[in-house]
């Protein structure tokens, strides 16, 4: 219903400006897609929008595309401020972008281009002194819909946004969330005042969604190896990885890692080897779509030991998703990776393997490493009970407490999130301390209620994708009617709408890529017999970069 109302506006509205595409092109190495024309159709036209299942990088060219042909001067916002980090690494060099720091000097450049800011830095003073003169024409936030405690994951940061968004002159407004079940959308929006905005959804359109009960395959190799590739596969944990990554490279297939468990280096190194352009390879890693008040997994964190987010592969044909994921919402994130491909390659096929009983389980995880307001409580006992302007490391704080050190870093982590304290670190000891009595006060009740609703709607994400694992029908059917979406009839591509696009079963895929095999196989996967098609690029040593 959404994306049909998307391209149904976008044509009453005037084509952008070829200049706009080509910056795009530029950036992305790649076109634009129908949403994010449309995206850009209506923000020309004054429009402020509220758009979801971007990918991953979306909203950053958009906004920088915008800066760049159109001389705008937009702000970007995030609650992740490493993501932002790691943008301007790679567009610095080739657009003007600037990073604006969440504490400190700040000194906003004057003139168009693209200002990087997490939601933590709104509460800089200087931000929007230094704004007040010559305000953004533009304002774009990501994971719009964590403003709500409702989404599956919540960032209270980015309710600052929406208090400041009135003193930088109310420009057009561009917010991206995943794909949201009507009550999250409905707040979040609200939340945003953009009750009465435009709404832009991409389609889950190319793709062959396909849901196994982990009885109905003897291993994942046998699995993997028929699906066209490049290839990721999506586990719940660093050592659910490394065994399926055991598993694959036994089987002598081309495979890569990547999770919290590895070094810098090392995960440096084997993304870097999967992105050569013309590899035809695996890649095992932990997911960063996850929510960032508690994954399913071993890892508090989600990046950059977690993949996703701050990269994706334009030519990704296949994605396996290992056991169930912690959301819908979570896994329409992990289906946008797929997007990229080009539409002559055929479909991308999207395997998740999980039944009914994985749901214990992943509920079981997530109650575990959501955060506790009774830690929340006693976190905020010890802080006020600090002389003004004292410090308390964070050892001392879970020693007095004797819970769990998870429990209260996760605590920690929300307060600052919240702007109600500030962290220094000094070799690896953390220290923390109130930013005032009131400021704490305040944040107790609302941040209280927000873990309240977390575990709540948690059981009905858990119920929503149990109803995804057990449809008999249309598989995007049901995706989309477990997120309260209109159905855009049946798409022919998924395990039931046409049985030959099985991965299992002596299916047409399985019978067209057996995997190829070689005793002496090399762990790139370098040989013609381990890897699809030739490399389609001249120099190995420098055919490295990742935003090439």
């Known amino acids: 219903m959404i994306g049909a109302m998307a391209l149904a506006t976008s044509q009453s509205i005037r084509d ?31 429009h402020s929008l509220w758009t979801e299942g971007l990918r991953p990088e979306s909203l950053a060219l958009l906004a920088i595309s915008l800066s760049q042909a ?35 000097p700040l000194r906003v450049a004057p003139g168009s281009g693209t200002f990087f800011c997490s939601a933590l830095g709104l509460l800089n003073p200087q931000l929007v002194t230094s704004f007040a003169s010559q305000p953004p024409d533009l304002i774009f936030v990501e994971h719009a819909h964590a403003v709500t405690p409702l989404s599956f994951e919540y960032r209270p940061s980015l309710e600052l946004l929406s208090k400041v968004r ?52 003897r291993s994942t190799a046998e699995l993997v190896a028929p699906l ?16 399926v990554y055991a598993e694959l490279i036994a089987e002598q297939l081309p495979c890569h890692r990547y999770h919290a468990g590895l070094s810098a280096k090392e995960r440096a190194t084997e993304l870097l080897q999967f992105a050569l352009p013309g590899r035809r390879a695996i890649l095992v890693a932990t997911s960063s779509f996850g929510p960032s008040s508690g994954l399913a997994g071993e890892n508090d964190g989600r990046f950059p030991e977690d993949f996703g987010r701050g990269y994706a592969r334009g030519d990704l044909r296949s994605l396996v998703h290992v056991g169930m994921p912690s959301s819908l919402e979570q896994y329409g994130q992990e289906l946008g990776l797929l997007k ?4 002559d390659a055929g479909p991308g096929y999207a395997v998740a393997i999980f039944g009914k009983e994985h749901s214990f389980v992943t509920s079981a995880l997530l109650d575990r490493k959501r955060p506790c307001p009774d830690t929340l409580s006693s976190v905020i006992v010890q802080l006020k009970g600090l002389a003004r302007g004292s410090w308390l490391s964070e050892r001392t704080l879970v020693e007095t407490l004797g819970g769990s050190e998870r429990a209260v870093r996760l605590v920690l982590r929300f307060l600052k999130d919240a702007g109600a304290v500030e962290t220094a670190t000094e070799g690896s000891q953390v220290a923390v301390r109130g930013l005032s009595l009131g400021a704490l006060k305040k944040v107790e009740k609302e941040l209280g209620r927000a873990f309240g609703l977390l575990r709540e709607h948690d059981q009905l994400r858990s119920a929503r994708l149990t109803e995804f694992a057990e449809a008999t029908g249309c598989r995007l059917a049901a995706f989309q009617l477990a997120l309260g979406q209109e159905p855009q009839g049946v798409c022919g591509r998924c395990d039931f709408c046409d049985p030959t696009m099985r991965v299992e079963g002596g299916s047409r895929l399985s019978r067209e890529r057996a995997p190829q095999r070689r005793p002496n196989a090399e762990h790139f996967g370098t040989s013609a017999d381990s890897r699809e098609g030739p490399l389609d690029f001249d120099d190995e040593e420098t055919a490295y970069a990742l935003d090439a």
């Not at 001067?73 to 080739?94: K, M, P, Y």
């Not at 290839?231 to 660093?238: D, E, H, K, N, S």
């Open 16 to 46: 952008p400006e070829p200049g706009l595409s080509d910056e795009f092109e530029r950036l992305a190495n790649r076109p634009l897609s129908e949403t994010e024309h449309a995206v850009l159709v209506q923000v020309g036209a004054g």
């Open 340 to 343: 990229a491909q080009n539409s």
């Open 70 to 104: 159109k001389n705008k001067r937009v702000l970007f916002v995030s609650a992740d401020a490493d993501l932002l980090l790691q943008r301007q690494h790679r567009f610095g060099a080739r657009a003007a972008t600037q990073l604006l720091p969440e504490q400190g």
């Open 166 to 217: 009135a003193t930088l002159g109310n420009p057009t407004f561009v917010a991206s969330a995943a794909h949201s079940s009507p009550e999250v959308r409905d707040e979040a929006r609200a939340r945003w005042g953009l009750t009465d905005g435009r709404l832009l959804a991409e389609p889950l359109y190319g793709l062959s969604l396909q849901v196994l009960p982990e009885s109905a395959h």
């Open 228 to 243: 066209p590739r490049p290839a990721l596969i999506l586990c719940a944990t660093p050592a659910q990885a490394d065994a």
